[in-house]
């Protein structure tokens, strides 16, 4: 049996001898960690639940103002305790996207994947050049890298539900968005 160890930071103590040392070979992007077991133990994410009846009237406003696409409009979440990765959980990143009728969203492309529902109403998705239907209820996926945009053709609001994988390619470093010209 191994015991879990309680991380420990020693940092300020271990440094004071050295610390003329250490402030040479230091840059505003260069640390050094003296004693190999201090990492700061991440604040763990809770458990929670987002109210619909909440977003909703955020989104419809945020839709109705179409700053950021015409008729369009996406709220994602995340938890202050993933950090950077901005997502739920250090690794997901989930949101809901709300498209107007007889609207569409820009197509573009990221090397996240993405696998929505659709909360409500009907459309469809060109996925790499191929359009896939979809009603309330139906899943669908966008694979890593795949261009797509999601039309609204009834005539109330769509509102899809998405979570992807975007936390875990943040943390790496390696998250990238391409807007299709
Ligand atoms: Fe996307």
Same mark, same amino acid.
């Given at each position: 049996m191994s015991k879990l160890l309680v991380r420990k930071d020693l940092q300020d103590q271990l440094r004071?001898?050295?610390?003329?040392?250490?402030? !040479?070979?230091?840059?505003?992007?260069?640390k050094v960690v003296v004693y190999m077991e201090h990492t700061e133990q991440s604040p763990r994410v809770l458990p929670k639940?987002?109210?619909?009846? !909440?977003?909703? %009237?955020?989104?419809?406003?945020?839709?109705?103002?179409? !700053?950021?696409?015409?008729?369009?409009?996406?709220?994602?979440?995340y938890s202050p305790s993933t950090g950077r990765s901005?997502g739920l959980t250090p690794n997901m990143?989930?949101?809901? !996207?709300?498209?107007? %009728?007889?609207?569409? $969203?820009? %197509?573009?492309?990221?090397?996240?994947?993405?696998?929505?529902?659709?909360?409500?109403?009907?459309?469809?998705?060109?996925?790499?050049?191929?359009?896939?239907?979809?009603?309330?209820?139906?899943?669908?996926?966008? %694979?890593?890298?795949?261009? /797509?945009? /999601? $039309?609204? $053709?009834? $005539?109330?609001?769509?509102?899809?539900?998405?979570?992807?994988d975007?936390g875990l390619?943040e943390n790496m470093?390696?998250?990238?968005?391409?807007?299709?010209?």
């Amino acid at each position: 049996m191994s015991k879990l160890l309680v991380r420990k930071d020693l940092q300020d103590q271990l440094r004071s001898n050295v610390g003329d040392m250490i402030k !040479q070979i230091e840059s505003t992007d260069l640390k050094v960690v003296v004693y190999m077991e201090h990492t700061e133990q991440s604040p763990r994410v809770l458990p929670k639940v987002i109210k619909f009846k !909440q977003v909703l %009237p955020l989104l419809a406003k945020l839709a109705d103002e179409g !700053q950021v696409e015409e008729g369009v409009a996406k709220v994602m979440f995340y938890s202050p305790s993933t950090g950077r990765s901005r997502g739920l959980t250090p690794n997901m990143m989930a949101g809901f !996207q709300y498209i107007k %009728p007889g609207m569409s $969203t820009k %197509p573009h492309s990221h090397n996240m994947a993405s696998i929505y529902i659709v909360v409500k109403g009907e459309g469809y998705s060109v996925i790499d050049g191929r359009e896939f239907r979809w009603e309330q209820g139906d899943v669908f996926v966008v %694979p890593a890298n795949s261009e /797509h945009s /999601h $039309t609204n $053709t009834g $005539t109330e609001e769509v509102i899809l539900f998405d979570v992807t994988d975007s936390g875990l390619l943040e943390n790496m470093g390696i998250l990238e968005f391409r807007e299709s010209e």
